[in-house]
């Protein structure tokens, strides 16, 4: 069983940046393909940022070119490096460790996911 603990969530203004991270624990994060979900009031939950066991990466489109998801194996860490915050963010921010056996996918399929941490709320203030 894989744990994953997420922090660096809070309170920005709009224009502000924002840094999360994601440790899981006991267990190597280059083992896994790892993603960034998030679920604001009364949405749903949608992929943001996703990062293969290979490295190659995707991002949702309304955060491209203003998120960047990375992982630093030696610290064990993956980061979601959050700019130019909008009101549209605002959401809990799950992080998600998957594909054990598949070392090519990276993406926002839920079921390639199997084991999520309890979130981080992001809020921007407009």
């Known amino acids: 069983q894989v744990q994953l603990v997420e922090s660096g969530g809070g309170s920005v203004q709009a224009g502000g940046s924002l840094r999360l991270a994601c440790v899981p624990s006991?267990?190597?994060?280059?083992?896994?393909?790892m993603g960034w979900f998030r679920q604001g009031p009364e949405k749903e939950r949608e992929g943001v940022a996703s990062?293969?066991?290979?490295?190659?990466?995707t991002y949702a489109d309304s955060v491209k070119g203003r998120f960047i998801i990375s992982r630093d194996n030696a610290k064990n860490t993956l980061f979601l490096e959050m700019n130019v915050l909008n009101a549209d963010d605002t959401a809990m921010y799950y992080c998600?460790?998957?594909?054990?056996?598949?070392?090519?996918?990276?993406?926002?399929?839920?079921?390639?996911?199997?084991?999520w941490g309890q979130g981080t709320q992001v809020t921007v203030s407009s």
């Open positions: 998600a460790a998957g594909c054990a056996s598949d070392w090519w996918y990276y993406g926002f399929e839920p079921y390639k996911y199997d084991f």
């Open positions: 006991g267990h190597m994060i280059s083992s896994y393909c």
């Open positions: 990062i293969g066991r290979n490295g190659r990466t």
